[in-house]
């Protein structure tokens, strides 16, 4: 069998259809695929079809010339299982319109090689409510297909799990121009490698807040001993904190006496991120932010900022080389300068974004 279904035609639909093919993990020819759209398509539906064991299980592609505005795709409810490819989204040419597909609720499992590739050009491909299941052997999600630099933006939104120890949620090729851009939120479960070859031009997170919050948090009186006052604010996860990671910690800490300097700390694991110093004399209600920056697995800047009402803001800023390929966990601390000091923490919060 070389398709289950293809189409080439306009206001078409493929509902509801149930294919096998000859793909075992090695078999298949290259144009052994499920469900096929090619060229003109323009308000194309595929819903809730089962493509089993084929080299691609769906490839909404086009050949050379017009707009694709003609090959506008909503792709709803499908599955994929025993695939090399669960889905593959490309296009001939340089587009010019953002209609692409829209893509819900897709799932996959049992893929050998790639769970979704966005070869390009492929404008306005909004993908949401994935779920791809692994191992993979390439990555979950291939984002270019090398060779060139693709036209490719839109959306992905949805759920990774298993991709594989060492293999990426994400892999980009050839795919980090100016011209190539997504905004991501895709959560992770089991084991996954860390993202490979994107960069912040071409990968934009959405954050996801509030990811943490403890309320309130211990008092410090009494000491000049650095003493944390919420020592697990947060644990990040492994394989995550990358280039273009973000993890922001803001906070409120009250201080009443102004005997002293006061220096709050972000710490992971006990390797310093950052630290802030509140001034003595300095009383009042004091908000805090760090805004630590992936720049790779081991190596981050670290933005911090205080403020207190009617005073300057105190900034700092801080570049670390903590290995982060197992993650850990997040510390606040603060240490007062005199014995007779106080900081009373009464709210923290974190917000964190990675592809």
């Known amino acids: 069998m070389t398709g289950a279904v293809w189409l080439r035609s306009r206001d078409g639909q493929i509902i509801g259809n149930v294919g096998h093919g000859r793909y075992a993990g090695g078999g298949g020819g290259a144009q052994d695929v499920g469900v096929k759209l090619n060229d003109y398509q323009r308000n194309a539906t595929v819903a809730n079809n089962r493509m089993n064991g084929f080299n691609k299980g769906y490839e909404y592609t086009g050949n050379s010339g017009g707009d694709y505005v003609e090959r506008s795709i909503l792709d709803i409810g499908n599955r994929a299982a025993l695939c090399k490819i669960a889905m593959e989204i490309s296009a001939g040419e340089t587009v010019n319109d953002d209609t692409g597909i829209i893509s819900r609720d897709?799932?996959?499992?049992r893929i050998t090689e790639t769970g979704i590739l966005i070869g390009g050009p492929a404008d306005g491909a909004d993908l949401e409510g994935f779920v791809l299941r692994g191992p993979f052997t390439n990555a979950a999600i291939q984002v270019g297909a090398g060779g060139s630099n693709p036209w490719i933006d839109g959306r992905l939104i949805g759920e990774v799990i298993n991709a594989g120890s060492g293999i990426p949620v994400i892999k980009g090729v050839d795919a980090g121009g100016t011209s190539s851009r997504f905004t991501s939120d895709i959560r992770r479960r089991g084991t996954n490698g860390f993202n490979t070859g994107i960069t912040p031009s071409l990968i934009t997170t959405i954050p996801r807040r509030p990811v943490?919050?403890?309320?309130?948090?211990?008092?410090?009186?009494?000491?000049?001993?650095?003493?944390?006052?919420?020592?697990?604010?947060?644990?990040?996860?492994?394989?995550v904190f990358a280039e273009g990671a973000t993890l922001k910690v803001t906070g409120i800490i009250t201080i009443t006496d102004s005997v002293g300097n006061k220096t709050l700390r972000l710490?992971?694991?006990?390797s310093l991120l950052n630290s802030v110093t509140i001034p003595a004399g300095v009383?009042?209600?004091a908000a805090f932010e760090f805004l630590v920056v992936g720049r790779a697995t081991n190596a981050q800047t670290t933005y911090a900022r205080a403020a207190i009402s009617g005073n300057n803001p105190i900034t700092s800023q801080n570049s670390s080389a903590i290995d982060m390929?197992?993650?850990?966990?997040?510390?606040?601390?603060?240490?007062?300068?005199?014995?007779g000091g106080d900081a009373t923490p009464s709210r923290v919060e974190v917000e964190v974004a990675w592809p």
């Open 212 to 239: 943490s919050i403890a309320v309130p948090g211990t008092t410090v009186v009494g000491t000049s001993s650095e003493t944390d006052i919420w020592p697990s604010v947060y644990t990040i996860p492994g394989a």
């Open 267 to 270: 710490r992971r694991g006990g």
């Open 106 to 109: 897709f799932q996959c499992e």
């Open 325 to 339: 390929t197992s993650g850990g966990t997040v510390s606040v601390s603060v240490q007062l300068q005199a014995a």
């Open 283 to 285: 009383t009042g209600t």
